[in-house]
């Protein structure tokens, strides 16, 4: 895994993306991206989960034997999430009971015990923090990407409960229109919104190899994950 | 894996296992008292909506009184009246309970009655039903949960406590007729069981006594 700097924000945000590309974490994705807030709630979450995650798998790994190396995952990533969880109740309260039961299902986020395993558990300290850090975005970013389409499309308006990261007063976000196409918020609009994220993916990185030929060799296998 | 394999591998997650619990505790001792302080507020400021109007004494959430199940009033859990009083006298009941047969779910109510039999305000806390239909009776989403404040079980008359698609007098909601059905049915049995027992919600002075269990 010689890749530079440049080339692993790359994987994290485009070509490796967890959520769009190795379609990891696909419960709390389509459950709580119906506002950008919520979206961006549990990104934050996952992703500070993920990078201390990484580390202390990272800064262990000499001492963990192959035989037991899951267990000890599952053990790190356990109280990490209820570490977050408390810190969430404690200064996000209204985020915390808007995203009610998924902030403590990230331990069963697939993506993180993934990079524990492929990255951290054979990487040095350093750069396992960069790749919590980077992977982490990845799906943060699509869980907001996600979020602020659904809920321009089902509510008409952008960033709603805003209040809920800032406290105070309840802010209803930018309202463009009242209401909104009701499909888009209901559990199958997350699953379009999805399905479509992931077309308009692949149609780009076709176009960009029918302009570009070399370009299709680096990114026509499966990711490496 | 060898035999002092498998002891090194027990030593190892031992010590891992001791280190994460250290990690939660800490955590949790620091992140408690704003934790408690949080849940606290937003007890408080819940209950606002059905204190509207209303001069009380501070500390409505300290009256607390739970009903245990089961027991006249709607819901199949516990009910929770919070009682308020100004200066000693009661002034009127904050019921917590869970109208049963919403669309999806229970829906959990906030019913204020004043000592007259009054409505002071009906707010939902927390329900499933469907977004964008039924979920307008929340109050941030419509003013229909309005329509209820000032009413008592004799205004209307018990026939008229439905929605007008039942023969009674309160609005329904465009494309949802399962949700307000539920709340009114849960608001009129509310007010039914205060008008029946308000000497015994105010009687019980401590908030761990309970009016069933003064009745035994």
């Not at chain 2, 009903?67 to 009682?83: F, N, T």
């Not at chain 2, 959990?108 to 009655?113: D, H, M, S, Y």
């Not at chain 2, 469907?130 to 419509?142: F, H, I, N």
Request: with cysteine; proline share 5%; charged share 15%.
């Amino acid at each position: 895994m010689e890749a530079t700097f440049l080339d692993r924000w790359k994987n994290g945000l485009w070509h490796e993306n967890p959520g769009l590309v190795q379609l990891l974490g696909l419960c709390p994705l389509l459950a709580v991206t119906s506002t950008f807030v919520n979206g961006f709630g549990l990104g934050v979450a996952t992703l500070m989960v993920l990078m201390v995650s990484n580390a202390l798998v990272s800064a262990t790994r000499r001492w963990i034997q192959s035989q037991i190396r899951i267990p000890i995952y599952v053990l790190i990533i356990a109280s990490l999430v209820t570490c977050i969880e408390l810190i969430f109740k404690a200064w996000f309260p209204a985020l915390d009971r808007s995203l009610g039961i998924f902030i403590p299902l990230i331990v069963t986020n697939c993506a993180i015990v993934a990079r524990a395993e492929v990255f951290a558990s054979r990487n040095a300290l350093g750069p396992s923090v960069v790749d919590g850090f980077i992977m982490g975005s990845g799906f943060a970013l699509l869980l907001m990407a996600i979020g602020l389409f659904r809920e321009l499309l089902g509510q008409g308006s952008l960033f709603s409960g805003l209040d809920m990261l800032t406290g105070g007063e309840p802010l209803r976000g930018l309202v463009f229109v009242d209401g909104g196409w009701l499909l888009a918020i209901l559990p199958p609009g997350a699953f379009f919104s999805l399905a479509l994220a992931i077309a308009g993916k692949n149609a780009l990185d076709r176009r960009r190899h029918a302009n570009n030929p070399l370009a299709a060799r680096r990114t026509a296998g499966k990711p490496s994950v | 894996m060898s035999d002092a394999g498998v002891f090194k591998g027990g030593i190892t997650l031992a010590v891992i296992a001791a280190i994460c619990t250290a990690l939660v505790a800490a955590t949790f001792i620091l992140t408690k008292e704003r934790i408690s302080a949080n849940e606290q507020a937003w007890l408080e400021r819940s209950l606002q909506p059905a204190l509207s109007g209303l001069f009380f004494d501070s500390g409505v959430t300290e009256s607390r009184l739970i009903i245990p199940a089961p027991h006249e009033l709607p819901g199949s859990e516990d009910a929770i009246v919070y009682r308020v009083y100004a200066e000693n006298v009661p002034v009127a009941a904050l019921f917590v309970v869970s109208a049963r047969d919403g669309y999806s779910g229970p829906i959990r109510l906030l019913i204020g009655v004043d000592i007259a039999g009054a409505i002071t305000g009906v707010h939902v806390l927390e329900h499933r039903e469907t977004p964008g239909l039924g979920d307008r009776v929340e109050s941030g989403k419509s003013d229909w949960i309005q329509q209820y404040n000032g009413r008592s079980i004799t205004d209307p008359a018990p026939d008229g406590w439905a929605i007008k698609r039942d023969g009674g007098v309160f609005d329904q909601l465009t494309g949802a007729s399962v949700t307000p059905r539920a709340i009114v049915n849960a608001i009129r049995e509310t007010l039914l069981y205060f008008a029946g027992n308000t000497e015994h919600v105010f009687a019980a002075s401590d908030p761990a006594e309970t009016p069933t269990e003064d009745a035994e």
